[in-house]
């Protein structure tokens, strides 16, 4: 890479950008790290500036049906819970997560229901997993296997419990070895726990739920995924990646993103760590990190909470949300946002589940969209 004045850099990465997306291989990865505001200038940039349906904010194979773990729940007939519901709960099942190493936090929660409140636990997982010392009952399947075991505990669970307050913990890791006769068997568990089940879903990073919330996903009508697009860069389908943060690449082996990255005409690269990649980018865009800007990010089961800046910004790297507007207006569609606090009124308005928050009503500890609802219904 040589140096560049910022005009330039733009002028270079909406020329790529455009040009492989017409010619239909580009693809587009977003970090799940980064705030909602900077997801959603990332997805109307893909979308609407250059009409990409190669968009997702993971690398990992994953089955599409089970992409949003949440949503896969909720079309099982689970109501969504929250991670207070654990509290509260006199049963707590965990299918296929392991929460010592995926959220500690939530599982000190669940350790806690049983031992201080009685919560019977049932560990369902594919190996054995540090909560199994407090389960009641442990159930073990096979990679493939998950739903088999799931619609066995259902059956079991209708043939000798009576109903009581359930809460199912969901790991977002199912869909890399399960397919969509998973959430049948979710179903029958569903059925069987009552109406008095809630599900939370345990996602990997922390703004997954934004992530998924705002798009980041591929088009239902033909877009690749994270691992088809790394797959399609191997087999020369897809030449250019623009990547919006390095993170959907970092737990991947290694080898298969180099070979993939090292296959690729251009790699447009925004971000702060350009260094972290194993392959250099022909543009570097140099952002902004939370600390820096502020913005929301959307916890695992919805709540969304407001990071506040920490670090006065330094050098010539901005805002991801300014690029992207940037770069959009180099594509000739120009959109002029000011703040972060514009962008998060956008994404009230249009993301499903944000109608109503309030930017000057947000904190630390945030608020969560369905309990706000509740408020105004009562």
């Known amino acids: 890479m040589t140096n560049a004045t910022w005009q330039q850099a733009l002028v270079r990465a909406a020329a790529t950008l455009s040009e492989h997306s017409k010619a239909g291989t580009l693809g587009i990865?977003?970090?799940?790290?980064?705030t909602n505001e900077n997801l959603y200038a990332i997805a109307k940039l893909a979308r609407e500036a250059l009409g990409e349906k190669n968009l997702d904010h993971s690398a990992r194979k994953r089955d599409a049906a089970l992409a949003d773990i949440a949503r896969a729940g909720r079309e099982a007939g689970f109501a969504a819970g929250t991670l207070v519901d654990i509290d509260a709960?006199?049963?707590?099942?965990?299918?296929g997560v392991d929460l010592s190493r995926e959220q500690p936090v939530t599982e000190l929660r669940v350790k806690k229901a049983v031992r201080q409140d009685g919560a019977a636990l049932i560990s369902v997982h594919g190996s054995d997993v540090e909560l199994d010392g407090y389960a009641a009952a442990k159930v073990r399947y096979e990679p493939g296997k998950a739903a088999a075991a799931v619609e066995a505990l259902a059956k079991q669970i209708a043939e000798r419990d009576e109903p009581s307050p359930s809460v199912v913990v969901l790991g977002s890791r199912l869909a890399e070895t399960e397919d969509a006769s998973l959430i049948a068997a979710l179903g029958a568990l569903a059925r069987s726990l009552g109406e008095q089940a809630r599900l939370v879903a345990v996602l990997p990073s922390c703004n997954s739920r934004g992530a998924l919330d705002l798009g980041i996903l591929p088009a239902p009508d033909g877009g690749l995924s994270g691992a088809q697009m790394l797959q399609?860069?191997?087999?020369?389908?897809?030449?250019?990646l623009f990547l919006a943060g390095a993170e959907p690449l970092l737990?991947?082996?290694a080898d298969l993103v180099k070979d993939a990255l090292g296959r690729l005409e251009a790699i447009v690269y925004m971000g702060w760590a350009a260094d972290s990649l194993p392959v250099s980018?022909?543009?570097?865009?140099?952002?902004l990190t939370v600390l820096e800007t502020g913005g929301t990010f959307s916890n695992t089961d919805g709540r969304i909470q407001r990071v506040f800046r920490a670090i006065r910004p330094r050098g010539r790297a901005k805002p991801v949300w300014q690029i992207a507007a940037d770069l959009a207006q180099a594509l000739g569609n120009p959109w002029l946002p000011a703040s972060v606090e514009e962008i998060f009124e956008q994404v009230t308005r249009e993301a499903d589940g944000y109608a109503g928050v309030e930017w000057g009503r947000l904190g630390v500890n945030g608020i969560h969209?369905?309990?706000l609802a509740e408020q105004r219904q009562g």
């Open 29 to 34: 990865m977003a970090s799940p790290a980064m």
């Open 89 to 95: 709960a006199a049963r707590i099942i965990t299918i």
């Open 232 to 240: 399609a860069a191997r087999d020369g389908r897809i030449k250019a």
């Open 251 to 253: 737990d991947l082996d």
């Open 281 to 287: 980018p022909d543009v570097a865009l140099p952002c």
């Open 369 to 371: 969209p369905r309990a």
